[in-house]
């Protein structure tokens, strides 16, 4: 049973830390507890106050959601037991978040299922837009920051090819933005939306997109605001390995990277040339990048980080050469808003005061514009995204390092469908999740497919060749060095089982592997299923099914309800009392 908004605000004031405290009163009438929950004024007045909000990885969810946070995020060598690698209990005690709370909901996977039908769902631009007139209120000149993967991870946004989001983001006041899965909608089309839609209105920014030929900038590199008499300086900083990660061809005529190098330049211009007291950089890297950058690159206040959908209470501090660095991650799916306080004071940062927002949405009004825009932005399609497919008997999810429940039903379906031995789906971090007894709908279904190269593939490897992909994807995701670390999480595997040593040198983490119980032989062959292939091949072969076509069908035949989808992680080796690893 749900709880009524006063005793949800009774469960926060419980929950609530000193330093995470949402607001300075929970004791106001029932009409106005969402109001006072979200009452966060500027800690700091006047002349020299800069206010950053800021929101990340929203995956075109313009309507409350809900999203399990990890259970599995392991950090190693340097990175571990360190942000954002800390999952469950371990995330609450480093945050200083009380256990069995609304907060311990919002920040953790714990008691995913029970806790979400009594807190309710999280974010909604609707609610969001609530939440952001509030905050811009009582700090003056705040700048809001979109940190990219803002078009795509919904059926409508694919279908309109952005559109709605745009729309979204426009009615939002999104100041500045940066960018990743944009770019799948390939070049032409984010020109066109960055060069006519944005224009005049929302800057797009990333100082390492650079063109093939002449390596002439793509993108204004940052933008330049003054707050309160402060020059203030957003650096953009788009996902470095999109060419790699997703296909190339939709950015064939660009070159990425990470370019701490050409930042560091751009920095010192900023502040020597251009009078910059305040630099942040709106990143797309992921956090681990980001702290690495931090440590490297002299003169940044603040990275405002993204891609790795962390949410982390907490504004890192990392020292380099020239002081302090703080790194932050917001989250996912519209459930967090980042605000950053700054007090500058003879031309440099003096203070700052950092707060993750969870953003309930059953204590945010809704903004009647916003929520009258999504609706009609929704209306050509309700009928498509409403049909029901099947019931789920258990918690569908996908956020982890190595897999989840919907992964394995998205496993199951391309077996079965395309009478493979092994299935292979790729690491994503994005997928809203279901509780048990939810409706599997269209749009609940595309939330997990939802993208612009999404045939399904069927492949004869040798085990040799499975060996060998699970090693790149596993050294992609547990190289020591932040740098090599180019995309999501763990392929995730259907009918293969395999044990994985994350602390082992590259070429030698996978071992172990099984298909039904049989080890896989290196040179016997195998029928492979998978979606979602980078390659122009597989853009290019004819007869191939949008996965979305595939895992239809196969629900279509579960009658009506389907079975607990456990999911089947590896055996893990090397890996006992790491604070990204759930205890039971």
Not at 63 to 68: A, L, Y
Not at 211 to 229: K, S, W
Not at 258 to 278: S, T
Not at 499 to 519: C, F, Q, Y
Request: glycine fraction near 10%.
């Amino acid at each position: 049973m749900s709880l009524s908004r006063r005793e949800f605000v009774q469960a926060l004031a419980v929950a609530g830390a000193a330093g995470l405290t949402l607001g300075r009163a929970l004791d106001a009438d029932a009409a106005d507890e969402g109001a006072a929950l979200y009452d966060l004024p500027s800690p700091f007045k006047g002349a020299g106050a800069v206010s950053l909000l800021h929101l990340t990885d929203c995956h075109a969810q313009l309507r409350p959601n809900r999203f399990r946070e990890p259970s599995v995020n392991l950090g190693i060598g340097a990175m571990r037991d360190r942000w954002p690698h800390r999952v469950g209990m371990q995330a609450l005690r480093a945050g200083g978040i009380a256990a069995n709370g609304a907060l311990a909901h919002a920040f953790t996977h714990l008691d995913f299922a029970a806790a979400s039908r009594r807190y309710g769902k999280l974010g909604g631009f609707a609610h969001l837009a609530t939440l952001i007139q509030r905050l811009k209120a009582s700090r003056p000149g705040a700048l809001l920051l979109d940190g990219g993967d803002s078009w795509q991870g919904s059926a409508t946004s694919l279908w309109t090819q952005a559109a709605d989001m745009v729309a979204a983001q426009l009615a939002l006041g999104v100041d500045v933005a940066t960018g990743h899965w944009e770019f799948t909608y390939g070049s032409e089309r984010v020109k066109r939306i960055v060069d006519h839609d944005f224009k005049g209105r929302i800057e797009f920014v990333a100082q390492n997109i650079k063109t093939a030929d002449f390596g002439d900038p793509v993108f204004e590199p940052c933008a330049l605001r003054e707050i309160n008499g402060v020059p203030v300086a957003i650096i953009g900083q788009a996902f470095p390995y999109t060419p790699i990660a997703n296909p190339r061809y939709f950015v064939a005529d660009w070159t990425f990277g990470i370019q701490d190098e050409a930042l560091q330049v751009l920095v010192d211009r900023l502040r020597a040339k251009q009078g910059a007291q305040v630099v942040v950089v709106l990143s797309h890297n992921g956090m681990d990048v980001d702290l690495k950058m931090a440590s490297r690159v002299r003169g940044i206040d603040a990275i405002l980080g993204g891609h790795t959908h962390d949410a982390v209470p907490v504004a890192v501090a990392v020292a380099n050469g020239a002081g302090t660095t703080l790194v932050t991650n917001a989250g996912c799916n519209g459930k967090f808003i980042g605000v950053m306080d700054f007090r500058v004071a003879d031309g440099r940062v003096a203070e700052h005061r950092y707060r993750l927002l969870p953003v309930f949405s059953n204590l945010l009004p809704p903004d009647p514009a916003m929520d009258a825009l999504i609706a009609s932005l929704r209306a050509p399609f309700e009928t498509r995204l409403s049909e029901v497919l099947a019931v789920s008997d258990s918690l569908l999810y996908r956020r982890g390092n190595f897999d989840g429940s919907w992964d394995r039903l998205i496993c199951d379906a391309l077996r079965e469908v395309q009478g493979a031995d092994i299935a292979f789906s790729p690491g994503f971090r994005w997928g809203t999740t279901l509780l048990p007894g939810e409706a599997i709908t269209r749009e609940a279904l595309m939330d997990q497919l939802a993208i612009t190269y999404p045939n399904a593939t069927l492949t004869e490897m040798t085990g040799a060749t499975i060996k060998t992909v699970l090693e790149d994807v596993a050294d992609n995701l547990f190289n020591p060095d932040p740098y090599y670390q180019q995309g999501g999480d763990m392929v995730r595997v259907g009918g293969l089982t395999y044990a994985l040593s994350p602390d082992a040198a590259m070429g030698a983490r996978i071992g172990d592997l099984r298909l039904r119980g049989k080890a896989v032989e290196a040179d016997k062959t195998y029928k492979v299923a998978g979606w979602a292939s980078v390659s122009e091949q597989a853009r290019d072969a004819s007869g191939g099914q949008p996965i979305w076509d595939v895992v239809e069908t196969w629900l279509r035949h579960q009658s009506g309800r389907v079975a607990v989808r456990a999911p089947e992680p590896p055996t893990l080796h090397g890996v006992a009392g790491n604070a990204g690893l759930a205890t039971p």
